[in-house]
């Protein structure tokens, strides 16, 4: 029994229809709000019994147009600013559709949307100055990107009976080093590496919040002084919090010294290097022994899009390839030998994510996308300035790229703390400008990460105004309560 519809022509047009949505969508963002609660009601009727009858294309996308639509998590929307989020584009988009209608599983065999992939690794290797002989390939995101890349360490650091006896082998304890401030997916991934979290060492950081070279080098040292053995540093190039950008070079002539793994967590600010201006904040980058990064951040391409590079593609392929008589290689046909992304990760039946990045690298070109992420860059310097020039708020943290992190002024620190919690959580309900909060150094802060292309001067500026109205009016309203 076959799934396709009996009315090819009726088809057509209802999914026509759902695209005219999809742009309606996109075309009026700005007038829409950008998040609202999902009403109980709409969330209760996605607890019914799994349906055994048909339903109709139209009834669905008339169901995803009132019920999910309007209320998804806003990232696309100008006024987003919380986390560190990609707007998507139109190209994106196509891109998607197109992928979905074809089905390629990117596992492996003998097809040209791996060679669009391998497009994109030959691009990442060009942008980041790796050689020829670096494998790449497309993750969900920087977390699995991050993991792998714990897993080729540790393949480096032991070798390949590491991946038959398990990390008991080791008499060494094996010691990662990042600074603090680096993104937790990386102890996350210490953990899931069977290397245990807490065998990540976290290096105090400087006025900048980039890693301490002296501290990190003492604590090489006296873990290998303690017989424990250092595999691994992790630099940041945009920390998750304020946008940090760890000295790279430095790493790399310290990773080089110690003989340790130098991987790099670019999820946020990677890309940055396909902007002349932002550039020169990575150099170093070339340097690395890998390097995870996000398409779906500041590259604008929908989730999700994440990837690795890897300079040494025979420690890569050797950290997972393996045998399996259905995965048997054949000298031609579909079976032919070549590039299977199963050697190279844990995942055999893998889409087409490649195809979207295709196209919003190919429709905007390297140029358009680098000048998008350093406008960013400027918005938040606009910000920042801002702040600075209001005595109610202050600067929290020092603005390297595209994140500013800062408060409304009040009282105690517990009650500036609730009070800039609430400033936040009620410009979210709101649904005009959406920041996120953190903590920095015990305190809470309002972090407007500015990552959308469709976000401007007057988004910045509403943010601002807000806080400042909300601060104010939580102020006054204490007062009169005294
Ligand atoms: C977002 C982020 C990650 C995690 O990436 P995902 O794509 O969300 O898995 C890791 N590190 C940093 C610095 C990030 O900003």
């Not at 979290?197 to 080098?217: C, K, P, S």
């Not at 708020?393 to 408060?407: S, T, W």
Request: glycine share 10%; proline share 5%.
């Amino acid at each position: 029994m076959s799934l396709d519809p009996d009315d090819w022509s009726a088809a057509r047009d209802q999914a026509r229809r759902m695209l005219d949505g999809v742009f309606d969508h996109l075309e009026s963002l700005r007038d829409q709000p950008l998040w609202q609660a999902p009403p109980d009601e709409l969330r209760a009727q996605y607890r019914e019994p799994l349906p055994t009858g048909p339903a109709g294309l139209s009834e669905l996308g008339d169901l995803f147009q009132t019920a999910i639509r309007p209320y998804s998590s806003g990232n696309a929307h100008p006024g987003f600013m919380g986390w560190a989020q990609g707007g998507g584009t139109v190209a994106g988009l196509v891109g998607e559709m197109l992928a979905a209608g074809l089905n390629a599983n990117l596992g492996g065999r003998d097809h040209m949307p791996l060679e669009v992939e391998q497009q994109i690794v030959h691009w990442t290797r060009q942008m980041f100055g790796f050689p020829e002989a670096a494998t790449g390939l497309f993750l969900t995101g920087a977390s699995q990107a991050n993991f792998l890349a714990v897993l080729i360490a540790r393949m480096r650091a032991l070798g390949p009976h590491v991946r038959h006896a398990g990390v008991a082998q080791s008499d060494r304890p094996l010691i990662a080093y990042a600074s603090r401030a680096v993104h937790g997916c990386v102890g996350r991934a210490m953990d899931m590496a069977g290397l245990g979290e807490g065998q990540l060492r976290l290096v105090a950081t400087d006025d900048r919040g980039r890693i301490r070279l002296d501290v990190l080098e003492a604590a090489i040292t006296a873990d290998r002084g303690a017989g424990a053995l250092p595999f691994l540093v992790v630099g940041s190039a945009g920390t998750v919090d304020i946008g940090a950008v760890d000295d790279l070079d430095a790493l790399a002539d310290l990773a080089a010294v110690h003989d340790l793994h130098f991987h790099v967590d670019g999820a946020l600010g990677a890309l940055g290097v396909l902007s002349p201006a932002l550039a020169p904040k990575f150099k170093g980058i070339e340097r690395a022994d890998s390097l995870a990064f996000d398409w779906h951040k500041w590259g604008q391409t929908p989730y999700d899009a994440g990837f690795l590079l890897v300079r040494d593609g025979e420690l890569h392929r050797r950290t997972f390839a393996s045998e399996a008589a259905y995965l048997q290689r054949a000298d031609r046909g579909l079976a032919a030998d070549g590039w299977w992304p199963c050697d190279y990760g844990p995942d055999l039946s893998r889409g087409f994510k490649a195809l979207k990045t295709w196209f919003t690298i190919k429709t905007y070109g390297a140029a358009a996308l680098g000048e998008v992420m350093a406008n960013t860059c400027v918005l938040a310097r606009e910000l920042a300035g801002r702040v600075a020039a209001e005595p109610d708020l202050e600067l929290m943290a020092p603005v390297e790229l595209n994140i500013v992190c800062f408060r409304f002024r009040a009282g105690t620190p517990a009650e500036a703390d609730a009070l800039n919690a609430g400033i936040v959580a009620d410009l979210q309900e709101a649904g005009r400008v959406a920041p996120s909060l953190t903590r920095l150094d015990g305190r809470t802060a309002i972090r407007a990460a500015i990552v959308n292309h469709r976000t401007e001067l007057r988004d910045i500026e509403a943010l601002a105004t807000s806080v400042l109205a909300l601060g104010r009016a939580a102020l006054s309203r204490s007062a009169s309560a005294a």
